[in-house]
C-alpha cells in the first residue's frame, strides 16, 4: 500500500505575491517626472479578515479617471499598485478624479491575496451620492471613504464577515 498525501491548510492556492511585486507602483501623481494636472490626494486604509486581524502583503490595484473624468489621457497613468504592511495597511499618492460622464467621482479597486480563489473587485466614492453603481449597493455606506486630512482619504477593506465591504463580480 503507498502513502497517501493528505493536502494541509498551509498549502493554499496561488498566485504568490513576491514582496517587491507591488514596490514603486503606488505614487500616481506624476509619469516620467511631470506632475500630474489636479489635487494631489492619498487614499489609505486597512485590510482585515473574517476576525478583524489585519492580512499582511494583500496585493491592491486601482485604476481610475483623471481630474478631467478622462481614463484615455497620456499624461496621466490612471493605474497603481500597493501592498499591505504586517498591520494590513497600504497607501497610494494619485490624483482627485473626477467622475466619468454619467458617474460621480470614484476608484475602482483590485484586490489580490494568496489564497483567494478569484480577484476581488469593488469601488471607492469621495462622497455620498446619486450615482447608479453606488445606488445598486446594499451597504452603500461601506463604499464611501472618510476624509481623514486636507488631501487624504481613509478606506478600510474588510474580506469577509461583518462589515464586509461590497465586492463586485467579474
Do not use: C
Not at 496621466?76 to 458617474?103: E, H, M, Y
Not at 461601506?142 to 476624509?147: D, G
Request: hydrophobic share 35%.
Amino acid at each position: 500500500m503507498k502513502n497517501k498525501l493528505v493536502p494541509t491548510g498551509e498549502m493554499t492556492l496561488g498566485p504568490f505575491f513576491p514582496r517587491e511585486f507591488a514596490q514603486g507602483a503606488s505614487d500616481r501623481t506624476a509619469l516620467d517626472g511631470k506632475p500630474a494636472k489636479g489635487e494631489a490626494i492619498e487614499i489609505s486604509g486597512r485590510v482585515t479578515q473574517v476576525d478583524g486581524k489585519a492580512l499582511d502583503n494583500v496585493v491592491l490595484e486601482i485604476w481610475q479617471a483623471d481630474a478631467e473624468g478622462r481614463y484615455d489621457n497620456p499624461e496621466f497613468l490612471g493605474w497603481g499598485r500597493a501592498a499591505t504592511n504586517a498591520d494590513g495597511v497600504f497607501s497610494f499618492k494619485t490624483i482627485r478624479p473626477k467622475g466619468p460622464q454619467g458617474r460621480k467621482a470614484h476608484v475602482n479597486f483590485l484586490v489580490l491575496y494568496s489564497g483567494l480563489m478569484r480577484q476581488l473587485q469593488t469601488v471607492m466614492f469621495f462622497e455620498d451620492s446619486d450615482d447608479p453603481v453606488l445606488n445598486s449597493v446594499k451597504h452603500r455606506e461601506r463604499l464611501i471613504a472618510k476624509k481623514s486630512g486636507p488631501h487624504a482619504y481613509r478606506f478600510d477593506i474588510r474580506l469577509r464577515g461583518e462589515g464586509e465591504t461590497p465586492f463586485f463580480d467579474d
